[in-house]
């Protein structure tokens, strides 16, 4: 599977995970089960049914202060995606877009959002390499 694919799926997880427990769980559960329904409707039921069940372990493990139970919630979920975009790789540019929906819906009451940047750079002979997940500011002299 290509290592971008995997990195959605994962990026998909936590977002997924993380947004069960704040104002957004609606948008979040019904665009998951129209993703689910366009590529694997005999499975949109159980994927809604497994949706409510995880925001219940959510909200009982943040009461709880049980962040392990949120890190396995996230780990299943990041599969779940995984498998639905390796049975119909075109789910993934769908997929970015309920993401992209999501970010740009505001801010979400209840939760911090994470994201997960990955960043790759190789720097041969005499040259640099600068990279950074947000800010960054170089002097050179």
């Given at each position: 599977m290509q290592p971008e694919i995997v990195d959605l799926a994962r990026s998909a997880g936590t977002t997924v995970v993380t947004l069960m427990a704040t104002d957004a769980w609606q948008r979040v559960r019904d665009s998951l089960a129209t993703l689910w329904n366009r590529t694997q409707p005999s499975?949109?039921?159980?994927?809604?049914?497994?949706?409510?069940?995880?925001?219940?372990?959510?909200?009982?493990?943040?009461?709880?202060g049980d962040a392990g139970t949120e890190l396995e919630l996230t780990e299943e979920w990041s599969g779940r995606?995984?498998?639905?975009?390796?049975?119909?790789?075109?789910a993934a540019d769908e997929l970015r877009q309920i993401l992209d929906d999501l970010a740009m819906a505001g801010p979400v009451t209840g939760?911090?959002?994470?994201?997960?940047?990955?960043?790759?750079?190789?720097?041969?002979?005499?040259?640099?390499?600068?990279?950074?997940?947000?800010?960054?500011?170089i002097t050179e002299r």
């Open positions: 499975r949109t039921d159980g994927i809604i049914g497994e949706l409510e069940a995880t925001r219940e372990d959510i909200l009982a493990a943040r009461e709880s995606i995984r498998r639905l975009l390796a049975n119909d790789p075109s939760a911090q959002v994470h994201t997960t940047i990955h960043l790759q750079a190789r720097a041969e002979g005499e040259s640099r390499v600068y990279q950074a997940g947000r800010d960054q500011h």
